[in-house]
């Protein structure tokens, strides 16, 4: 999306013509992805004992505490999400639920073929990227990631944010969501 803003005047089609492109001159981006791992399949959710379920953050100058795990490495992709689609036409993580408490993040990294990628990034339209033997899933309940390489960029819901470390965690219960039934 942000590189492709030179085709802008193509509408949604330059999303597909910017993702072979992308496909035909892959990028690695070194970086280190700090997460807090859920408990089992519980995500964080508020409880009626007043515990809101809220993570201590770090400040981004101190180290992640030791309940942390850590990865070191060349990402192709790193994509954390908090909802199924990332567009109407870009379903990032099919199994994500509103109130699960825990972020997705799609990794893929390694060496990968320019063919596996490209299937890959077709898959996102109907989920069935997760198939893929190249894409990783992590769920936690925080994340930081802290990139290596001179030149990489962060975005957030598609617009450019600024270069550097980032961090988020899961706000239980922080929105109220009213909706009919079908």
Same mark, same amino acid.
């Given at each position: ?36 791992p859920t408990k ?9 004992? $007043?515990?809101?379920?809220? /993570?201590? #953050?770090?400040? %981004?100058?101190?180290?992640?505490? +030791?309940?942390?795990? &850590? ?25 994500t639920k509103m ?10 990294? $390694?060496?990968?073929?320019? /063919?596996? #990628?490209?299937? %890959?990034?077709?898959?996102?339209? +109907?989920?069935?990227? &997760? ?22 960029f962060n975005d ?18 922080? /929105? ?7």
């Open positions: 999306d942000i590189e492709s803003e030179c085709l802008r005047w193509m509408g949604e089609s330059r999303f597909d013509i910017w993702a072979v492109w992308r496909v035909l001159t892959q990028r690695k981006y070194r970086a280190k992805l700090s997460y807090l089992g399949t519980v995500g964080l959710t508020s409880s009626d004992d $007043g515990d809101d379920g809220d /993570i201590a #953050m770090p400040a %981004l100058s101190e180290p992640v505490p +030791s309940d942390w795990k &850590v990865i070191e490495d060349d990402f192709h992709l790193l994509w954390a999400t908090h909802v199924t689609h990332a567009s109407t036409s870009t379903c990032v993580s099919p199994d109130d699960d408490g825990f972020f997705r993040i799609l990794i893929v990294r $390694g060496s990968i073929s320019r /063919i596996s #990628m490209a299937l %890959l990034l077709m898959g996102l339209e +109907s989920g069935s990227h &997760v198939r893929s033997e190249k894409a990783e899933f992590i769920e936690c309940a925080a994340y930081r990631l802290e990139p290596s390489t001179p030149g990489s957030l819901d598609g617009e450019v944010i600024e270069a550097g470390p980032v961090q988020a965690k899961i706000l239980p219960s922080a /929105i109220k969501l009213f909706c009919t039934s079908p």
